[in-house]
Every structure is written in C-alpha cells, then in structure tokens.
C-alpha cells in the first residue's frame, strides 16, 4: 500500500479524541495504538481485540508517526547534567 493511502487512513477532528489524530472511523488515537505496542501488545493481540481494525491501520500508524517525527529536532533536557557526570569520571 502506498504511503499517502496509508496516511488516508488517519485523521483529525477536533470533535472526536479532542482533535488528535485517530484511525479513521474509530475513536482509537494514533498514541494509543502505539503506547499499546510499546508495551508488548502484539499487532494480532490490537486485531483481535479491536474488531474492524486492520494491518493496514496498524503500519498507517507507525508512518504517522514517523512523518510527525521526520523534521523533529530533540535536545537532552538535562544538558549539565550529563556534563557534570562525565566530569565525575
């Protein structure tokens, strides 16, 4: 499946889950279904439970994901810190 129809399979409302972003036709956000894989939930343990979904939803929200992320820049929030242990040496 090519990435924009993937994408097409997430959208925003502000009405529905307060404007984040959910699988289209459902109530179930995109962080949600990844917090759920990050804790161990396997994609056909998600299917399963949540009749409907598909693969396909799934890997829309890994592409999200990694689309919100692309131009994303992070910066260690503890900084000092982690100077003054290597200093600690």
Do not use: W
Not at 19 to 28: A, C, E, H, M, S
Request: hydrophobic residues 45%; glycine residues 4%; proline residues 3%.
């Amino acid at each position: 499946m090519r990435e924009k129809q993937l994408l097409e399979r997430i959208t925003f409302n502000p009405k529905i889950m307060v404007g984040k972003p959910v699988i289209k036709g459902t109530r179930l956000t995109v962080d949600f279904i990844l917090n759920l894989l990050a804790h161990g939930t396997t994609e056909n343990e998600i299917l399963k439970e949540y009749k409907g979904l598909t693969m396909e939803d799934i890997h829309a929200c890994f592409l999200f994901a990694t689309k919100s992320l692309k131009n994303t820049e992070f910066m260690p929030l503890m900084a000092e810190e982690v100077l003054a242990s290597n200093l600690d040496l």
